[in-house]
């Protein structure tokens, strides 16, 4: 396999990887492999609907009652309508 090196990246982020790679007991290559399959789509989590990484429905449903669970059914719906790809998390 071919390799590839990633220049200017900021002391932030490579904290946070080290970090990561220190949690899962794992290497900061095994981090880097899994973030970009990721961010590039190709992990089956990036291939899952937003709406469905978002909401478990029927993890918390029983746990709304009949308001609760129709705004919380109207707000999936309105968020499944997004595009794949067009919504991230905002970072601060």
Known sequence: MPDILLRHIDETMVERIKSLAR??????????????????????????????????????????????ARVFDEASRAISDVPDGQFAPKRD
């Open 23 to 68: 949690e899962r007991n794992g290497s900061i290559n095994e981090v880097l492999l899994q973030a970009l399959r990721h961010g590039l789509g190709l992990s089956p989590s990036s291939t899952t609907p937003l709406s469905e990484r978002c909401f478990d429905r029927i993890r918390i449903g029983s746990h709304l009652g009949d308001t609760e």
